[in-house]
């Protein structure tokens, strides 16, 4: 026997309409049906003699989802097992392309495309938020035959209303009987891929007509209890790195320009981040196709989701082009709040534009540039020592550099002149224990730029950050007071892209396909 279709039902209605479609179903196999019966009237097994295949009616009382499936699982003669809802109904070909898809090596659990009458699906894998609440993604969101559903993909978990397993598999777990309503299908697919270290598989051509809960609406079960959800979740815990990495494993194909510029890095920053992205490569089974930006798109994919980036609008420039392929891809993500209100005005679905700002590497951030000028002395005069002093200081030195005209001090050389160096450094630092002027002094002031100095020469009579001469201890409590100063300002304006990335950049694309591809939204 190959497979042994389990069903339950008390509705003999219901369950004619799955029988028929079981019976009409184009495959190869050699099939049994066992059916717990819960109705209120007494069925004969004569009255299904005219199916092809055998049916056998148990009477399993009081009806509880795991345990019913559970016994007729122990009295399967199938090398597989297909537990079904009696609310389900089989396209033609649906058997045959689910037992072909379980073939695959590390393939355990089938799951397939279910429908309500509606055409919107019901089921195209069950997947987890952060919380371990389950869902359905695009649950009466998409019609069935949407090319996001008719896709194969591992997915965390499927459905109990169609559920193909090994049947010597499925008696080393079974169903979780201590479930009072939903959710032992949720716990066996969970707990099997820990036990096995197989997959569950959703097979997006294999379809067939779901009206959910219509056996909950006649046993007035329609809502999950607490203690089911809390189950669910103690064993989503249980695996969750495994689920995780099944969210992460999309695919993505980036088209966009050469190495080198902007839009190879935006295109870079995401392949970085992400797990599975090529660029400028072909990659045919893609789940997202991106281009970067809207410019290079050509044609839509005959599979996968189809993104653009629109960077901004120029009417003079790809006014056509841009409208085009605003209004034929399946997303649009724009680079500001500008360009996002263009896509509207131009009549994009507020739902289908996504807003992500590149910001700045984080590498960008304030630092404290001291300036020193003039040269060293054999004598020591120039102080030095000091410099050295701080310079060996790690802590104090950290988000401070210092940079000089020339090489004698060991320090970054800046070759600019003079002014220019004045006006591009936060502070001239002066380290002397003796100085007639100093000129540099008198220079950095006219550039507009203070002076760390002690009093000396005719320092004391012009504006300064004052340190004692020749004191290290005095000289590092100054600088620490000034570092703190300048960084109180400094944060106060680069504060506003603390948000603003490549990790956030990469992070909300990330979050952006997962959402496209599996409803996934943890906001």
Not at 230 to 242: F, G, Q, R, W
Not at 455 to 476: D, Q
Not at 502 to 519: E, P, Q, R, S, V
Request: glycine share 4%; charged share 25%.
């Amino acid at each position: 026997m190959d497979l042994s279709i389990i069903t339950i039902s008390r509705d003999l209605e219901v369950l004619t309409k799955l029988l028929n479609s079981i019976d009409n179903s184009n495959h190869n196999l050699k099939i049994e049906v066992l059916c717990s019966w819960n109705g209120n009237e007494k069925l004969e097994e004569g009255e299904f003699s005219d199916y092809t295949f055998p049916f056998k009616i148990n009477y399993i009382t009081p009806y509880n989802f795991a345990k019913n499936n559970n016994e007729l699982a122990e009295k399967a003669k199938g090398k597989l097992l297909l537990f079904v809802n009696d609310d389900v109904i089989l396209d033609k070909d649906c058997i045959q392309i689910a037992w072909n898809a379980y073939q695959e090596s590390k393939v355990g659990i089938i799951g397939i495309n279910l429908r309500y009458p509606n055409k919107k699906i019901q089921h195209a894998g069950v997947y987890f938020r952060v919380d371990g609440q389950s869902y359905h993604r695009f649950k009466h969101k998409l019609d069935y035959d949407d090319k996001r559903l008719t896709s194969n993909r591992v997915v965390p978990a499927v459905t109990g209303a169609f559920i193909m397993i090994d049947r010597k598999e499925f008696l080393q777990l079974k169903f979780d009987e201590r479930f009072v309503v939903a959710g032992e299908d949720l716990v066996l697919c969970l707990q099997y891929q820990k036990l096995f270290n197989k997959d569950v598989f959703y097979v997006g051509k294999a379809t067939a007509v779901h009206a959910e809960n219509i056996t909950r609406k006649k046993t007035n079960q329609r809502l999950t209890p607490k203690e089911d959800v809390e189950k669910i979740k103690l064993a989503y815990n249980d695996c969750k790195e495994k689920i995780n990495s099944i969210m992460d494993n999309y695919a993505v194909r980036i088209v966009t320009e050469d190495v080198g510029w902007i839009l190879y890095r935006m295109a870079s920053e995401i392949k970085f981040k992400l797990k599975n992205v090529v660029i400028n490569e072909d990659l045919p089974n893609a789940d997202i196709h991106y281009y970067i930006n809207y410019g290079y798109y050509n044609k839509k994919s005959s599979n996968g989701t189809v993104v653009a980036n629109f960077t901004h609008y120029d009417p003079e420039l790809h006014n056509n082009k841009f409208i085009q392929v605003a209004k034929e891809v399946e997303h649009c993500i724009s680079i500001s709040e500008e360009t996002t209100k263009v896509l509207k005005d131009f009549g994009i679905d507020e739902d289908d534009i996504s807003t992500v700002i590149t910001g700045a590497d984080r590498s960008f951030k304030p630092k404290l540039t001291l300036g020193i000028v003039g040269r060293t002395y054999p004598g020591g005069r120039k102080g030095e020592h000091l410099i050295q002093e701080i310079l060996d200081d790690k802590t104090l030195m950290q988000n401070m550099q210092i940079v000089s005209l020339n090489d004698s001090w060991g320090v970054p050389v800046w070759n600019l002149e003079p002014d220019d160096f004045y006006r591009s450094i936060d502070f001239l630092l002066i380290p002397s224990l003796i100085e007639g002027g100093p000129v540099p002094f008198m220079e950095a002031l006219a550039c507009g730029t203070l002076s760390i100095a002690p009093p000396i020469g005719v320092i004391p009579n012009f504006p300064h950050i004052e340190y004692e001469i020749g004191n290290i201890t005095s000289l590092k409590n100054t600088l620490l007071n000034v570092k703190n100063n300048f960084f109180d300002r400094k944060h106060k304006i680069s504060e506003h892209m603390k948000d603003y990335n490549w990790d956030t950049w990469a992070y909300n694309h990330d979050k952006i396909f997962k959402n496209l591809l599996f409803d996934w939204d943890d906001d």
